[in-house]
């Protein structure tokens, strides 16, 4: 039999398509089978109700369960690693948080390296931490607060969460921005942390809103500044760092990541559906009351972040000569 060339192409074309044909059908259907979001950290906390907010939208969207898994230990570096080591088909995902940024400097002989690693899928929200202080402290402002610091050098009390922590490098930030000597305190966790806060042992925190929020209500602990870019909704008169300190930031983001390699169709759909629930008016009153900002952004966008957010908080923790506990 003979073709014509116009038939020759044809079937060439049509062959050409075929390897395309199973990607935008795996995509359509996926998933098909529940999928596990690890979590690094406990039970209970940001990180946590973080990924049971999204996991949940996600399961009603896409008609199959989101099951968080917690795996904790090592800064999140366990769960992460559980992760990465999982197969890249969509179903084991990793709510990534700051930590992830600041673990890579901070750990001397990580197994992974959580850029090269992973597959960037979706920024999920940012949180601000607040400056706060016992009202034992007599600055009400961050500039007197910097004041009131640099005439009791080394003996100002910082409250972290844990060495190495948000809470923990925001206040590293802030010291080397201002020029100031905290006493940096570790605790295992912002619970502890902030009833020492609240007895008058520490003076000083940078803590996230959804654990300060109540407090500073309550006028049991003042707050100076909050430290992202922006004012928080939540404390619309409550100034920011950067105000005072310009080109101060700092906040404590979320995000979903996968392993290397999975398929770019999965990981655009996850992506689509992650940007479309945080468009939703519900899910954005719910963030608000926790002090979350939607942080929308493409793969592209949100590995970039990741990116750059190492390096940053890598700079930071290098100059304060922090260590992993």
Sequence with gaps: MTLSRRQVLHLAAGAAAVPALPRRARAQAYPTRPVHVIVGFAAGGPNDITARMFGQALSERLG?????????????????????????????????????????TLYDNLNFNFIRDTTPVASLIRVPNVMVVNPSVPAKTVPEFIAYAKANAGKINMATSGSGSTTHISGELFKQMAGV?????????GGPALIDLLGGQMQVMFEPTVA?????????LRALAVTTAARSELLPDVPT???????????????????????????NKLNQEINAILADPKMQARLAELG????????????????????????VVKA??????
């Design 64 to 104: 199959q369960q989101f099951v968080v898994d917690n795996r904790t230990g090592a800064g999140s570096n366990i769960g992460t690693e559980a992760m990465i080591r999982a197969a890249p088909d969509g179903y084991t995902l990793l709510l990534a948080s700051s930590a992830n940024a600041t673990n890579a």
């Design 181 to 189: 000597d905290l006493v940096a305190v570790a605790y295992r966790g």
């Design 212 to 220: 300060t929020i109540s407090y500073i209500k309550a006028k049991t």
């Design 241 to 267: 760092v950067g105000e005072f300190l310009p080109g101060y930031e700092a906040s404590q983001w979320y995000g979903i990541s996968a392993p290397k390699n999975t398929p770019p169709d999965v990981v």
């Design 292 to 315: 979350g900002i939607p942080a929308p952004m493409t793969p592209a966008e949100y590995g970039k972040h990741v990116a750059d957010e190492t390096e940053k908080w890598g700079k």
């Design 320 to 325: 304060a000569g922090i260590k992993a506990d």
